[in-house]
């Protein structure tokens, strides 16, 4: 195997959970106003 510097479990991953946060934060809403505007459209347009 080549010869390398890298260690297992060394990187820093602050940022990619950092962005992972805001990536579940924006599905989380997203979805709860899909679902909303669905409900919205259930009762109004029958």
């Keep these: 195997m080549a010869d390398t510097e890298y260690q ?3 990187m820093d991953i602050s940022e990619h ?3 992972w946060e ?3 934060s ?3 809403w997203s979805s709860a106003g899909i ?3 669905l409900a919205l459209m259930a009762i109004f347009l029958t």
Aim: net charge positive; no cysteine.
């Design 8 to 10: 297992r479990g060394s």
């Design 17 to 19: 959970r950092e962005m």
């Design 22 to 24: 805001i990536f579940i």
């Design 26 to 28: 924006i599905t989380k």
């Design 35 to 37: 679902i909303l505007v």
